[in-house]
C-alpha cells in the first residue's frame, strides 16, 4: 500500500504515456511487469498508427528489425492498456487535461527534427533534412506530400551515421530490390524511376570515428546494382587515430577500419550506380546553380587531432574542392522538440530530467509527476533496444515515488473519464483495434507480391479503410 492508496484494484495507478515508439511501450511493459501495484496505461500518439520510428524511420529494407513490434503487442493486449492514436498533446489535449486524470504522466516523444550544418546555402532548393526524406519514404502522413528532385544525377549525403546509411543504400536501391520492401508505394516509383547514379557520403572525421555500425557498412558492399568506393588515401588512418587505437583498443573499430580499407581496395564491377564514402570532408557552402538549387557542394579537408578532453575532433586545412551535386542530404543527427508546459533543454533538445525525472530547468526540483524517456530524455543516440533499460530506469523513478505518495492528485482518475475527454476532444481517434485492422489491411494489400504489406499513408486512407467517413 502506497502513502496515498494508489495503486490498488479499486484505485489504481494511473499512467498516460505520450508517443507509443519503442520507449513508449518499453515503459508501459516494464509498468505491468512490476508486482506492487495495480497499472493502467493509456498511451497517446499524434498519429493514428503506433510504433514511432519503427514504422516511421527504420528502413524500409530492414523488415528483421520491424519484427520487435511482436513484443508491443504483447503488451497492448493487457486488459490495462488502452491506445488513444490521433491525439495529440497541446493541440488536442493539453497537460493541464491529462493532470486531471492520471497520478503520472510520461514523455516518450523521441527526437523529431534535425540538426542543421549552419553553412551557407542550406537552405537552398534541393537541400533537405535526410529525416524528412526518411519520413517520405517510409510513408509517415506528415511527409508525403514533400518533393525530392530524384531527377539528379550525384547526390550528397553529409554525415556518416546510421541514418545516412539508410539514405544512401535506399537511393542505390533497384526497383527489384524495393518491391521486396514496405517502402510508400510513391516512393518505390520515385526512387525506382530516378536518375541518381553517383551518392556521396561525407564523413568529417576519419574511418576510426565513423557513427555507423559494422553490419550495416557491409550491407552497402553488398548492393545489386551499387559499386562502392572508398579513396585509398581516406581509408587510411591518421597519426591521431593510430596513437588513440593504440592506447583504446577495440575490436569493432578496428574491423570498421578493415572493412573500409578493403572497400578502398576493390576495383568497381561496372553496376551501374556508385556510392563514395569520403572522410576527413566537411561542407562549407552550398552553392546555387542557375534555378536557384544546389548545384555544388564545396568541402575542405580536415586534418584530426586530440583535444584536451581526449576527443579525436577534425579541423579544416587550407584544401577545398567541389563536388557537383543537385541534391543533398543533411543527416548530421536529430534534435528534440519541446512540449507546451515542459521543460526544454534548448542547447540539447532534451528534456531536463534527472534518471528520467522532470526537473525544472533552473533549480533542478523535480517537476511533481512528469518523467521521461528514449530520445527526448537521453538525446538522440543508441538502437531500439538502448530504450529498454532507458525506460527502466524511468520507471524504477515513477515507482519510488509512487511509494513516497509524490504523485499528481487527479480528480477524475477514471479510465471512462480519461476516454470522455478524447472523445470529446478528438471523436475520430483511433484505438489499438482499429490499429489492428489497418495492420491487417496493409498486409492483405500486399498479397500475390514480394513486399510485407503496403502502407496507408495518409489519415484520410485510414480513415476510409476503417469505413470511416
Ligand atoms: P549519429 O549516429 O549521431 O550520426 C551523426 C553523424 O553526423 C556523425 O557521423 C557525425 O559526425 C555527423 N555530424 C554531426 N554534425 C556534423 C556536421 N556539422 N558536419 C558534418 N557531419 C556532422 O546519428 P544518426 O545517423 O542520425 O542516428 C541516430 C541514432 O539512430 C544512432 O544511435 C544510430 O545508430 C541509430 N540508428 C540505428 C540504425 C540501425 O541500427 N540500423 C539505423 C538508423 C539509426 P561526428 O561523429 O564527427 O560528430
Known sequence: MTRNGIGTEDHPLRVAIIGSGPTGFYT??????????????????RLPTPFGLVRGGVAPDHQKIKSVTKAYDRIAVNPRFRYYGGVELGSDVTLEDLSKHYHQIVFCVGAQVDRSMRIPGEDLKRSHAATEFVA????????RDREFDLSQQTVVVVGVGNVAVDVCRILCRSREELERTDIADYALDAIANSNVETVYMLGRRGPAQAAFSNPEIKELGELEVADIRVPE????????SKAFLAEHPDPGTEHKVEILQQYAKEKRSGKPKHLVLRFCVSPTKLVAGDDGGVAKVEIVKNELY???KGTIRPRPTDEHEEIEAGLVFRSVGYYGVAL?????????????NDKGRVVELDSKEPVPGLYCAGWIKRGPSGVIGTNKPDALETVQCMLQDVAQGKTLDPAAPGVDEARELVRERKPGYFSYDD?????????????GTERPRVKFTSVKEMQAALGRT
Not at 507546451?340 to 531536463?352: H, L, M, T
Not at 490499429?435 to 498479397?447: H, M, S, T
Open 28 to 45: 508501459a511493459g516494464h509498468l505491468f511487469k512490476q508486482k506492487d501495484y495495480v497499472v493502467e496505461v493509456d498511451v497517446y500518439d
Open 435 to 447: 490499429w489492428k485492422k489497418l495492420d491487417a489491411l496493409e498486409i492483405e494489400r500486399a498479397k
Open 233 to 240: 588515401d581516406e581509408a587510411e588512418l591518421d597519426e591521431a
Open 136 to 143: 517520405w519514404y517510409n510513408g509517415h502522413p506528415d511527409y
Open 340 to 352: 507546451p508546459g515542459v521543460p526544454f533543454r534548448e542547447d540539447w533538445g532534451v528534456i531536463p
Open 306 to 308: 586530440l583535444n584536451e
